[in-house]
């Protein structure tokens, strides 16, 4: 159960970065972000009620609250990141925050087997060539470095915090709920600061029509992540976070894939060989 949802985790993450990375071509990043989690938050908001989960509120919810904080930050720095280039390079380091989710693991006292450790391995080191890393070309700016590790590691605290927010389903909706009220806090917030500073929270071409027509991808993009973090607590919570938190990241591979089948772009041989060693990197997990 756990490498099932665990995969279903970078299924839907994978999705919602290719959704993101697409609506982020039209619409400014922080507009995609604040609108995506407010679909989210209603939905949310309504299954909390229809299943009770306020009852399930406790102490445990703050670790929600740190995660809905430590999103937006992590998300930013990423597109940030992605901005200063090149991409080839920020990518995927960006999947280095699974070693915040497996580093916890370890303290907690988990010790996988051989053929799991081999898979961690193998996985990561295709979940990195997936990205299609630049082994050549223009130098990357110690500021397009910084802001991709601090983004990694927002990632892997968010995967890590998230799972210790509840303990039973009706209590994972509720935290799901917190996280993007506070997802939508600090992201709009952020938006409302750059605005007086002269960005746009609009596009220029479209304007609020064209926000309105994206609704549906922006209910996606938000409705997909919060599923998301659902399962991967789910996966979490069912066995090791080791082998939950590295098959949960093989999302890039699921984002490289949908570019290919959907806009028609070539895998690099690189990336090629990142899929297929993150599948056996997968398989060596769900087998060791």
């Known amino acids: 159960m756990t490498a099932l949802f665990a995969l ?3 299924l839907l993450w994978g999705l919602a970065d290719f959704g993101g990375g697409l609506l982020t071509r039209r619409i400014p990043a922080l507009t995609v972000v604040v609108a995506s989690q407010s679909v989210a938050v209603v939905v949310l908001g309504a299954v909390v009620v229809a299943t009770g989960g306020w009852h399930e509120a406790g ?8 995660a809905g904080a430590v999103g937006p930050v992590a998300m930013l720095s990423f597109y940030k990141a992605l901005a200063l280039g090149p991409m080839g390079v920020v990518s995927p380091l ?3 925050g699974v070693a915040v989710p497996v580093g916890v693991g370890l303290v907690l006292g988990e010790r996988p087997g051989f053929l799991q450790f081999a898979g961690i391995a193998v996985a990561v080191v295709g979940i990195l060539l997936a990205g299609g890393p630049e082994f050549r070309g223009a130098a990357v700016r110690r500021q397009a470095i910084l802001l991709t590790l601090l983004a990694a590691f927002g990632f892997g605290a968010v995967m890590a915090l998230i799972s210790e927010a509840s303990t039973t389903v009706t209590g994972l909706f509720l935290a799901l709920f ?4 506070t997802n939508i806090a600090v992201g709009g917030s952020a938006l409302y600061i750059s605005v007086r ?29 919060v599923a998301a973090n659902g399962t ?5 919570q069912q066995g090791p976070v080791t082998m939950a938190a590295v098959l949960a990241s093989l999302y890039p ?3 490289a894939l949908a570019a ?13 060989a990142g899929a297929g060693l993150a599948l056996v990197g997968t398989v060596l997990l769900a087998t060791g």
């Open 8 to 10: 279903a985790t970078s």
């Open 197 to 225: 500073r002269g960005a746009r929270a609009l596009p220029e071409d479209g304007g609020l029509r064209l926000v309105r027509l994206s609704l549906p991808a922006l209910a996606f993009v938000g409705l997909a992540d």
């Open 253 to 255: 591979v699921v984002t």
């Open 94 to 96: 960006g999947s280095l």
């Open 59 to 66: 102490p445990q919810l703050w670790f929600a609250v740190a």
């Open 260 to 272: 290919r089948g959907v806009l028609k772009e070539r895998l690099r041989v690189v990336q090629a």
């Open 178 to 181: 917190v996280q993007r009220v």
């Open 232 to 236: 991967y607590s789910i996966a979490a």
